[in-house]
């Protein structure tokens, strides 16, 4: 006797709603990260153009996942935090120190953006994910020639 059965899993056990629910967050996840990972890939070649909706997917994945299989919303928080503190250990490798001069410190605050772009998307607080997506790609299109002005 097993005490554990696999389920099989069948096309016609498939709930289409909810892979259409589900895919519709993470491709808005996907578009609404493209703007900052094109901005990062053609200033920086440490993360770019790929890294930043990976990592906005997952981060929309994960949460997904927590929603749908965990009823407590305690539960729920957990993996959140755990998403922030892992995309936080990825944004830290951008951070690059040489002797004077400190660098990657945007790539690393955007990838932790789109971690939360896609946090937001997940729990349907797109007004959230549209918002930290506009004020991301601006302030990296714009603020990069506000600083290089005050630099000189």
């Known amino acids: 006797m097993a005490f554990f059965q696999p389920r099989r899993y069948f096309i016609f056990d498939i709930n289409w709603s909810i892979v259409i629910s589900h895919s519709t967050s993470i491709g808005l996840t996907y578009l609404l990260t493209l703007p900052i990972a094109w901005n990062r890939e053609s200033e920086t070649t440490s993360a770019g153009i790929r890294t930043f909706p990976l990592v906005g997917v997952a981060a929309c994945g994960f949460t997904l996942i927590a929603m ?85």
């Not at 957990?78 to 410190?105: E, H, M, P, Y």
């Not at 007004?127 to 990069?144: D, H, N, R």
């Open 68 to 152: 749908s299989v965990l009823d407590n919303l305690d539960a729920q928080a957990r993996i959140v935090q755990g998403i922030i503190t892992g995309i936080g250990f990825i944004g830290g490798g951008a951070i690059l120190k040489n002797d004077k001069d400190v660098s990657g410190t945007a790539t690393a605050a955007s990838i932790w953006t789109t971690g939360a772009i896609g946090v937001a998307v997940a729990w349907d607080r797109l007004e959230i994910a549209i918002l930290l997506s506009a004020i991301t790609f601006v302030t990296l299109k714009f603020m990069s020639k506000t600083k290089k002005i005050i630099k000189d």
